[in-house]
C-alpha cells in the first residue's frame, strides 16, 4: 500500500478533491459521491500511517495509529464508503506484508 499511496500520491488525490468540491454545485449525488471518495483517501492516509510503524508494533506510535485506523473502520460499520470487515481482513494482511518486507 505504501507503494502506491506516497505522500505524493496522497496530496494529489487530496487536490484533486478539493477542486472536486469546489465544483460539485448542489447535486446531492454528486457530493455523497465526493465524500465517499474524501473518506477513502482519509483511510489510506490512515492506513499508510500506520504501516511506517509495522516493524515495530510495540511502539506507542504503532499502538496510537493503530487506534486511529480502528476509530476510523467503526465510523464505517454499514456504510458504503467501507466494507468494514473486509477493511480490517486487509489491514492485517498488510501488516503481516509491511512486517515481512523490513525483515
Known amino acids: 500500500m505504501r507503494r502506491y499511496y506516497s505522500e505524493e ?3 494529489a ?4 478533491l ?3 468540491q469546489l465544483v460539485q454545485g448542489d447535486d446531492t449525488g454528486v457530493k455523497a459521491r465526493i465524500q465517499m471518495a474524501a473518506e477513502s ?11 511506517e510503524f509495522a516493524h515495530d508494533k510495540k511502539s506507542p ?4 495509529r ?3 485506523v480502528e476509530a476510523f473502520l467503526k465510523t464505517k460499520v454499514l456504510t458504503p464508503e ?7 481482513r486487509y489491514l492485517r494482511m498488510a501488516l503481516a506484508h509491511a512486517e515481512r518486507e523490513v525483515e
Open 61 to 64: 506510535a504503532f499502538t496510537e
Open 41 to 51: 483517501v482519509k483511510y489510506a492516509r490512515l492506513v499508510t500511517a500506520l504501516l
Open 66 to 68: 493503530l487506534s486511529a
Open 18 to 20: 478539493k477542486a472536486a
Open 13 to 16: 488525490l487530496e487536490a484533486n
Open 9 to 11: 500520491a496522497l496530496q
Open 82 to 88: 467501507l466494507a468494514p470487515l473486509h477493511s480490517h
